[in-house]
């Protein structure tokens, strides 16, 4: 039987914490090496053990009920239990592009937690809008993220995503802003910085232990704005219904410098990514409207999130006619 008595030290649980970093943080507060805690509360754990089986135990050790415990690690809720409380539009840490970042290092001191806490993530949470920090892409340790009070625009790009997502449904926004990222940085990649702009955003945004941050980690969060609005542009169907009206993808190439993406932007050839990323998307979705299977879409389209109950012959709030042949909702 694991021990049902409580540990000297308990630490809190923080919103979305990973079970790892919970594990680490019990185990410091209580002078223990990382490995030693699950011997110490008599847990068997193999590689195939599920970590539900460390709730009960888990809870016990550090005095709180075991639904408190559950509600605030994403490991320990059923993914498909949407009608439990407290679940709902909650990362699915199941997923195999499950994101783990560290929490605000701002946020985690205003609870009083003084170590590092790694947190399920979801891919608009980039910025800590209560603290102005970076805490999305690139940062790997909570010394690298940024204070960017001096990037309005950035911040601004934050609250942008997050309506774009109320807009177009959140499986769509994720695929439309990885691919943004991926087209542009190839972009950025051919374009020289005659301004030297980025080299003066790392000598003006020092991160956490007062070093300039890295080129990539910049890069990130100075264009954030235009990848945001490109996302915008991707994830919408405006520029689908020109391109099967007209047959060509004028339109949107138009968009892309009207909207300040990118200034002058003219595809030189057909290996241009987003010419490439037209074409592909164009394929898969003709794809997945010619199969008529809910399966086929999440496959492609994985819910990032725990999504809300719904009767079975509701629809989908994400799901949308499809502008190509065989002209199928997907």
Not at 17 to 31: D, P, Q
Not at 62 to 76: D, Q, Y
Not at 86 to 101: D, E, K, V
Request: charged share 25%; net charge positive; proline share 8%.
């Amino acid at each position: 039987m694991p021990r049902q008595q409580p540990l000297p030290r308990a630490v809190s649980p923080f919103h979305d914490e990973t079970v790892a970093s919970f594990l680490s943080r019990l185990a410091s507060a209580n002078h223990l090496p990382a490995d030693q805690l699950l011997p110490l509360l008599e847990i068997r754990r193999t590689k195939k053990t599920p970590v539900s089986t460390l709730l009960e135990a888990l809870a016990s050790a550090v005095g709180v009920p075991s639904r408190t415990l559950k509600l605030a690690l994403p490991e320990f809720l059923d993914p498909d239990a949407t009608d439990s409380s407290g679940t709902i539009g909650r990362p699915r840490s199941t997923l195999h592009t499950a994101i783990q970042r560290p929490a605000c290092r701002r946020c985690t001191s205003a609870a009083g937690i003084t170590s590092p806490v790694t947190c399920w993530t979801t891919h608009d949470r980039n910025v800590c809008v209560r603290h102005r920090l970076w805490i999305g892409d690139g940062v790997t340790r909570i010394d690298e993220q940024v204070d960017i009070s001096r990037l309005p625009d950035t911040l601004k790009a934050q609250r942008r995503h997050r309506n774009l997502i109320t807009r177009h449904g959140r499986r769509r926004v994720r695929n439309a802003y990885h691919n943004a990222r991926k087209i542009y940085f190839s972009w950025m990649q051919e374009t020289a910085d005659p301004f030297e702009l980025l080299d003066t955003a790392r000598r003006i945004l020092p991160d956490g232990a007062g070093q300039p941050p890295s080129s990539e980690l910049t890069f990130s969060m100075v264009f954030h704005p235009q990848v945001v609005a490109l996302t915008g542009l991707l994830a919408g169907q405006q520029w689908e219904r020109h391109a099967v009206s007209t047959g060509h993808v004028i339109w949107l190439v138009e968009q892309i410098t009207a909207r300040n993406i990118l200034l002058g932007y003219v595809p030189k050839e057909r290996s241009d990514p987003l010419i490439q990323w037209v074409e592909q998307y164009f394929s898969l979705h003709k794809f997945i409207a010619f199969h008529r299977s809910k399966r086929i879409d999440d496959a492609f389209f994985p819910r990032e999130t725990i999504p809300r109950p719904r009767a079975p012959r509701d629809t989908d709030p994400e799901t949308r006619r499809s502008l190509v042949a065989p002209y199928l909702l997907y």
